[in-house]
């Protein structure tokens, strides 16, 4: 077959579907910006420690579950090591000065909440039902093949998370804690989909796992079986501009002035950022002015944490804490009393660790509150946004010192990343945690197709299906099923189980 295609940047869902299409016969070239493979999937190493930045927990990885079954296909069995979070607390919620803890399975799910919640047991076993039938009733998130591409009825996809759980719980604690993960993605009240809580808590609610030594052994797997496959993956390769003809897409030019001729082209960036490559009468004005008009979710200041050498006892699980009355508030915080809730987590670099080595702790932050120093380079910002990120890294750690007595003595050193590093090392619009928001109230809002008007230009990633590790993958699958078949890539991938 010997087709040659480009994929421009090598986040998940470029290098998932740069693994497909070698793994059947493409000749692949993945030309990747920065210096490191992996958009979110980067780590960084500073003084000997190693953070991660943009994938710190995944789920569903029991034998026979889905996303061990994609792990198998994608052959990252081998290289990918995962570590069990503590499935009776995998999540803690923490709550105006209480903790609940999220249980693995739906029986022991039930059984930890009715606990403290007895008058919801009901209610409770009602919630996990429906999150199950959400999840599972959607074929690509299941594996199953398609009959049509309608994974949803429509009113799953109208109906909001914060809809769904005031309607199905009477206690206004439990309400709160319920949706206490919303991080996860991003949620906004009245808008973030039912069918994206659903599909992130049923894929947790499974089993919750970090993964050992930093998720770039992710893309690093995935890198090396595609040059397996015969294909090119390359760094320091920025496009900027892809050629178009009447038909079609010819190529791409890098920043370097080099150009690549190719059959077809997957792009793996923001919507927004693709536009802005091509120039081409195949691409209407109505698409661009819909695409520039997109909301995307809130991004992120994160600290990066090493402690002192053997201090820390490791923490297995993960700890949402809120100062804020309500959780689906925290995105609209007030600049002078943020950061008003936090997402803490240990990094674990061996199975059976006792002591933290790494820590990150991710605080939302809207990007107006970087974007005087957009277009400035990474390192060279000025004294002025350093000790901004000086003075938010502070608020964070009294924020964490409060809920985590004892902490702060220690920490060894601390880094910290803001909008801003998000916006330069993945190119994902304002920095973007999770790319575009998906809004029940105006379905059109949150969909991108991997199709475009030019016949032979495909999209892929967080912005295709949706964020997440599953999300990203199952994505792929849409976008590798345009040259394959959907149900084809679903059959292999059932073959390898
Ligand atoms: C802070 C944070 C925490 C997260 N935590 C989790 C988690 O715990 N679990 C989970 O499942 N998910 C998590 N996610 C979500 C998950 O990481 C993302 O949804 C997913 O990794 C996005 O993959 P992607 O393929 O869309 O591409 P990205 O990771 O956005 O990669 C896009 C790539 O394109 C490259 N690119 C852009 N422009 C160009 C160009 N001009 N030329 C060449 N290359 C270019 C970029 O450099 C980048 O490498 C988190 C995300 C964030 C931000």
């Keep these: 077959m010997d087709k040659h295609v480009i994929i421009i940047g090598s986040g998940l869902g470029g290098l998932t579907c740069a693994y497909i299409l070698s793994r059947n016969g493409y000749r692949v070239t993945v030309l990747e910006q920065n210096a490191q493979f992996?958009?979110?999937?980067?780590?960084?190493?500073?003084?000997?420690?190693?953070?991660?930045?943009?994938?710190?927990?995944i789920?569903?990885?029991?034998?026979?579950?889905?996303?061990?079954?994609?792990?198998?296909?994608?052959?990252?069995?081998?290289?990918?090591?995962?570590?069990?979070?503590?499935?009776?607390?995998?999540?803690?919620?923490?709550?105006?000065?209480e903790r609940f803890p999220f249980a693995n399975g739906n029986e022991q799910f039930v059984e930890t909440l009715a606990r403290r919640f007895p008058a919801e047991r009901r209610h409770l076993e009602e919630y996990v039902r429906a999150i199950d039938e959400i999840a599972t009733g959607s074929p690509l998130h299941s594996l199953r093949e398609q009959?049509?591409?309608?994974?949803?009825?429509?009113?799953?996809?109208?109906?909001?998370?914060?809809?769904?759980?005031?309607?199905?719980?009477?206690?206004?604690r439990l309400r709160q804690v319920l949706a206490g993960n919303l991080p996860l993605y991003a949620g906004v009240r009245g808008r973030s989909p039912l069918y994206i809580h659903a599909v992130v808590n049923h894929f947790y609610n499974a089993g919750a796992y970090r993964v050992i030594g930093g998720s770039d052994a992710i893309s690093?797997?995935?890198?090396a079986s595609i040059r397996r496959h015969g294909g090119?993956?390359?760094?320091?390769?920025?496009?900027?501009?892809?050629?178009?003809?009447?038909?079609?897409?010819?190529?791409?030019?890098?920043?370097?002035?080099?150009?690549?001729?190719?059959?077809y082209?997957?792009?793996?960036?923001?919507?927004?950022?693709?536009?802005?490559?091509?120039?081409?009468?195949?691409?209407?004005?109505?698409?661009?002015?819909r695409v520039a008009g997109l909301r995307n979710s809130i991004s992120n200041f994160t600290l990066y944490i090493q402690f002192k050498e053997g201090e820390e006892p490791y923490l297995n699980s993960n700890l949402y804490h809120y100062d804020v009355p309500d959780v689906w508030g925290a995105g609209d915080y007030d600049p002078g009393a943020w950061p008003g809730s936090f997402l803490y987590m240990h990094l674990c670099t061996s199975a059976g660790q006792q002591h933290a080595d790494t820590a990150i702790v991710m605080a939302y932050m809207r990007f107006e509150e970087v974007s005087r120093w957009r277009g400035t380079r990474v390192g060279q910002r000025g004294d002025e946004y350093e000790a901004f990120k000086r003075e938010r890294s502070e608020r964070l750690l009294d924020a964490l010192e409060r809920q985590m007595p004892g902490t702060r003595a220690r920490i060894a050193r601390h880094y910290a990343s803001t909008p801003l590093t998000y916006l330069d090392y993945t190119g994902t619009e304002e920095g973007s945690m999770y790319g575009i928001l998906r809004d029940c109230t105006e379905?059109?809002?949150?969909?991108?197709?991997?199709?475009?008007?030019?016949?032979?230009?495909?999209?892929?990633?967080?912005?295709?299906?949706?964020?997440?590790?599953?999300?990203v993958i199952v994505g792929a699958i849409i976008t590798s099923g345009e040259f394959l078949g959907v149900n084809e890539v679903i059959r292999q991938i059932k073959k390898n189980e």
């Excluded at 579950?65 to 803690?92: K, M």
């Excluded at 690093?220 to 890198?223: E, G, I, N, P, T």
């Excluded at 379905?443 to 999300?471: A, C, D, E, K």
């Design 38 to 57: 992996g958009g979110c999937l980067q780590n960084f190493t500073r003084r000997g420690a190693k953070f991660e930045t943009g994938m710190h927990y």
């Design 220 to 223: 690093r797997s995935l890198v």
């Design 59 to 97: 789920g569903s990885m029991g034998e026979g579950e889905v996303l061990h079954t994609l792990f198998r296909y994608l052959s990252l069995l081998p290289d990918v090591r995962v570590s069990p979070l503590d499935r009776s607390a995998y999540d803690i919620i923490s709550i105006a000065g």
């Design 265 to 289: 082209i997957v792009s793996n960036a923001h919507p927004a950022r693709t536009l802005e490559w091509l120039d081409t009468p195949l691409i209407r004005r109505s698409y661009r002015e």
């Design 147 to 172: 009959g049509d591409m309608t994974f949803l009825a429509l009113s799953l996809t109208r109906q909001s998370v914060s809809e769904f759980i005031d309607s199905t719980i009477t206690d206004g």
């Design 443 to 471: 379905p059109s809002q949150g969909v991108v197709s991997q199709r475009t008007r030019v016949p032979n230009l495909f999209q892929v990633g967080q912005n295709i299906n949706s964020h997440g590790i599953l999300g």
């Design 232 to 263: 090119e993956a390359r760094t320091c390769s920025r496009v900027v501009r892809i050629a178009c003809d009447s038909a079609g897409a010819t190529g791409v030019t890098l920043a370097t002035g080099e150009t690549l001729p190719c059959d």
